[in-house]
Every structure is written in C-alpha cells, then in structure tokens.
C-alpha cells in the first residue's frame, strides 16, 4: 500500500496494470490508461484529475471520494464500482457502462453522460446540475434527492426510476421514457416533458409550474396534490390519469388534452 504517495502518472502506470491493483490515496492526476485494467482495484481517495481511462475496465473498483474532475472515462466499465462522494465534475462518461453502481452525494456537475447504462445505480444525493445524460438509461435507479437542474434528459429512460424530491428545474426531459417513475415532492419547475412517456408516473405533490407537457403521455398518473399552473398540456394524453381534480391547472394550457375516461 502506498497510501498518500506522490508517485506520478508515470509510477502509478506500473501498478495500473494489474487487476486489484492498491492505488489508495495516490496523486495520479493525468494518468494515460486507456483501455486498461484496473478491475476491483482500491482507489479510495486517490486523484485521478484529468486522467483518460477511456474504455479501462473499473469493474467493482473501490473509488470513493476520487478525484476525477475533467476525467475521460467514454465506454468505461464501471459496474458496481464504489463512486460514492466522488468529484467527477465536467468529466466525461458518455457510452459507459456503470450498472449497479454507487454514486451517492457524487459531483458530476457539467458531467457528459450521454448514452451511458446506469440500471440499477445509486445516486442519491448527488449533485448533475447541468449534465448531459442524452439517451441514458436509469431503470430502477436510485436519484433520491439529487440535484439534476437544467440537466439535458432527451430521449433518456427512467423506467421505474426514484426521483423523490429531485431538483429537475428546467431540466429537459424531451421524449424521455419514464413509464412507473416516482417523482414524488420533485421539483419541475419549467421542465421540458414534450412528447415524455409518463404512463404510471407518481406525480403527487410535484411541482410542474411552468412545465411543458405537449403531446406527453400521462395514463395512470398520480396528480395528486401536483402543481401544473401555467403549464402547457397542449395534446397530452391524460386518459385514465388518477387524482386530476386534486392537482392544480390555474392558468395552464390544456388545448387538445385528451382527458377522456377521467
């Protein structure tokens, strides 16, 4: 273990080519390691800043609290690593694999993650103020509580995905699949939801003031309690939307909604 060590990129290249490799606390900011190997390797605290690990395989690495602000990690294999309190603002992880990993109170800020597979992720808490995360998948992921303002989702999937109380606020949503969601207490505040797929989708007590929902699918949502004033609804299908008298439309634009059936 060489915990704190300042062995450089160059050293650390040496130890970066085993699997499980005990690179704890080291400073290896701007290591070149594209498609390498660094599989269930311990990375706790270490400083990756810069570094390219495009394409390296991270599979089950122990990467808490790593810095990797402005990282290359495209097409990297992250499943079920240990990201949890790490910096990966304006990093780049687009067309990664990070399945069943733990991302909890991350900073990806500015992060690009377009088309990246984040099934069954943990990213509660975490702060994605204005990440790219176009045609990216979150089924059955965990975003309790994060912070996703002005974040770009087109295209995304959300299938059954957590957002209780995210901050989505003019976040974009274009064409999103997000069919059994949970955006319970979140915050929409002028989000983008044209053309969004959000069949079963628990809306109660969500703030959608302001949100565009034009030719959204909303069957079997819960508007409980949900704020929709001076939201455009134009074309969106609502048939068989539950709780819709409860929700509030004050000044919201509902031409060619389809509500029948409610």
């Keep these: 273990h060489l915990g704190g060590s300042d062995v450089g990129a160059a050293g650390g290249l040496e130890l970066a080519k085993r699997d499980g490799a005990d690179m704890q606390e080291m400073a290896l900011a701007g290591l070149q390691l594209k498609r390498g190997s660094l599989r269930m390797a311990n990375l706790r605290g270490a400083s990756l800043a810069g570094a390219n690990l495009e394409g390296a395989n991270l599979e089950g690495a122990e990467m808490k609290s790593v810095d990797l602000a402005g990282a290359t990690l495209a097409g990297a294999n992250l499943v079920r690593a240990n990201l ?10 687009a067309d990664a694999q990070v399945d069943d990993a733990r991302i909890v109170q991350a900073q990806l800020g500015g992060v690009n993650a377009d088309r990246a597979q984040l099934d069954r ?3 509660a808490d975490a702060v ?51 069919r ?3 955006f319970m207490r979140a915050d929409l505040t002028d989000a983008n939801l044209t053309d969004a797929r959000l069949e079963g989708v628990d809306f109660r007590r969500a703030r959608l003031k302001g949100a565009v929902l034009d030719g959204a699918d909303l069957w079997r949502a819960n508007l409980a309690g949900a704020d929709l004033s001076g939201a455009s609804v134009v074309g969106a299908t609502m048939k068989g939307a539950l709780n819709l008298k409860e929700a509030n439309f004050e000044g919201a634009n509902l031409r060619g909604a389809v509500l029948d059936g409610v």
Aim: net charge negative.
């Design 128 to 178: 994605l103020e204005g990440a790219s995360l176009i045609g990216a998948r979150f089924v059955d992921a965990n975003l309790r509580g994060a912070n996703l303002e002005t974040v770009k989702l087109p295209g995304a999937t959300l299938e059954r995905a957590n957002l209780l109380g995210v901050n989505l606020a003019r976040g974009d949503l274009t064409g999103a699949q997000c």
């Design 84 to 93: 949890s309190h790490c910096d990966l603002r304006q990093g780049n992880l």
């Design 180 to 182: 059994d969601a949970a």
């Design 121 to 123: 992720v943990d990213l």
